[in-house]
């Protein structure tokens, strides 16, 4: 068996063992100078024993700390709803303890949602993005930056291509509006969309001498949006990650008697294959009055709009709470 090096004393053994075989004297001076030898080859031995336990010592620590700087999956109790439009009535939601809320626009026009958002969320986070119905009859997008400052440090979250955690979550939210090319061309889509939609009649773009919104200013500011989410999903987990628009994500969302409509443009665009490619937990969007609750891969896609109090949503859950 061969004598390795780590094993304490086995220099000593190999001197004594030459010793026997010289079989002649041998002075004391070239004793002393092979046992030397010996011994600082066992001392350095002994010093990379050290310095190797030492070294798998710290791995292992970096290792702990490496799981202890893993997210964890916390679970959230989340109120969902949207398209309240308390621009055309009052509604008296009942309340439930949870641990978010999330209203995914169209709650009322302008800034006039905001007293009653804040009275109704008391001290429960929020996230609140604006609709398209928020900018009506103002601009866009000073709207979304008076929201931002009027609820500045508070326990409401206006999110337009921002991103908060909560709870350990990652919540990224955006009004999304629409790509225009759901049924085809994105040029005739955003036709139809100029001619029919009232956004582009009772919107006016502050960043543009505030002329009227025009579709390709939502277009692009969709592809903005998009490309905000791209940036979110490369510095997340996105299973631990909620994305939230008032804009859907999917043909799916739509109501079937509509979803043929070449209108339908202006109220989802198709980023199946985007949510396939990162996988969110959760989605959820308002817009269409139709709810839902259906998956994409592992992405579970939500919508509980009230709509108009004249045409309310009759699947509208003013109770409905997601756990994540
Ligand atoms: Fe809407």
Same mark, same amino acid.
């Given at each position: 068996?061969?004598? %390795?090096?780590?094993?304490?004393?086995?220099?000593?053994?190999?001197?004594?063992?030459?010793?026997?075989?010289? &079989?002649?004297? $041998?002075?004391?001076?070239?004793?002393?100078?092979?046992? /030397?030898?010996?011994?600082?080859?066992?001392?350095?031995?002994?010093?990379?024993?050290?310095?190797?336990? %030492?070294?798998?010592?710290?791995?292992?620590?970096?290792?702990?700390?490496?799981?202890?700087?893993?997210?964890?999956?916390?679970?959230? %109790?989340?109120?969902?709803?949207?398209?309240?439009?308390?621009?055309?009535?009052?509604?008296?939601?009942?309340?439930?303890?949870?641990?978010?809320?999330?209203? *995914?626009?169209?709650?009322?026009?302008?800034?006039? &949602?905001?007293?009653?958002?804040?009275?109704? *969320?008391?001290?429960?986070?929020?996230?609140? $993005?604006?609709?398209?119905?928020?900018f009506y009859g103002?601009?866009?997008?000073?709207?979304?930056?008076? /929201?931002?400052?009027?609820?500045?440090?508070?326990?409401?979250?206006?999110?337009?291509?921002?991103?908060?955690?909560?709870?350990?979550?990652?919540?990224?939210?955006?009004?999304?509006? @629409? #790509?225009?090319?759901?049924? &085809?061309?994105?040029?005739?889509? @955003?036709? *139809?969309?100029? *001619?029919?939609?009232n956004d582009y009649k009772r919107i006016r +773009?502050?960043?543009?001498?505030?002329?009227r919104l025009?579709?390709?200013?939502?277009?692009?500011?969709?592809?903005?949006?998009?490309?905000?989410?791209?940036?979110?999903?490369?510095? +997340?987990?996105?299973?631990?990650?909620?994305?939230?628009?008032?804009?859907?994500?999917?043909?799916? @969302?739509?109501?079937?008697? %509509?979803?043929?409509?070449?209108?339908?443009?202006?109220?989802?665009?198709? /980023?199946?294959?985007?949510?396939?490619?990162?996988?969110?937990?959760?989605?959820?969007?308002?817009?269409?009055?139709?709810? @839902?609750?259906?998956?994409?891969?592992?992405?579970?896609?939500?919508?509980?709009?009230?709509?108009?109090?004249? #045409? /309310?949503?009759?699947?509208? +859950?003013?109770?409905?709470?997601?756990?994540?």
């Amino acid at each position: 068996m061969r004598c %390795r090096p780590a094993r304490s004393g086995c220099y000593t053994n190999l001197l004594l063992h030459l010793c026997k075989t010289e &079989g002649a004297p $041998i002075t004391a001076a070239r004793n002393s100078l092979v046992y /030397l030898f010996f011994f600082l080859l066992q001392s350095i031995n002994q010093l990379y024993s050290k310095t190797s336990s %030492r070294k798998q010592n710290l791995s292992h620590q970096t290792h702990k700390l490496r799981l202890n700087n893993q997210t964890h999956n916390r679970s959230m %109790r989340i109120r969902i709803f949207s398209d309240l439009h308390r621009e055309f009535g009052e509604t008296q939601l009942p309340k439930i303890d949870v641990d978010l809320n999330i209203m *995914a626009g169209d709650i009322a026009t302008k800034q006039n &949602g905001l007293s009653w958002i804040k009275s109704f *969320a008391g001290s429960t986070p929020t996230i609140y $993005i604006c609709g398209n119905h928020e900018f009506y009859g103002d601009n866009l997008p000073s709207i979304t930056d008076k /929201l931002m400052q009027a609820t500045s440090g508070s326990n409401i979250h206006v999110l337009e291509n921002k991103a908060i955690t909560i709870n350990e979550w990652h919540i990224f939210g955006a009004t999304l509006w @629409s #790509d225009f090319a759901l049924q &085809g061309p994105w040029e005739s889509g @955003s036709y *139809a969309a100029g *001619a029919q939609m009232n956004d582009y009649k009772r919107i006016r +773009n502050s960043k543009a001498k505030y002329r009227r919104l025009a579709p390709r200013d939502t277009r692009h500011m969709h592809q903005v949006s998009m490309q905000h989410m791209e940036a979110f999903f490369q510095t +997340n987990d996105a299973s631990q990650s909620i994305i939230v628009t008032h804009h859907a994500p999917s043909r799916k @969302s739509l109501p079937p008697d %509509r979803a043929d409509e070449e209108i339908s443009c202006a109220y989802a665009s198709d /980023l199946e294959e985007f949510i396939i490619k990162h996988q969110p937990k959760l989605w959820v969007h308002g817009h269409i009055h139709h709810s @839902s609750d259906y998956m994409i891969g592992n992405t579970r896609v939500v919508a509980n709009p009230q709509s108009y109090p004249s #045409d /309310l949503n009759p699947n509208f +859950n003013p109770n409905l709470v997601i756990e994540v």
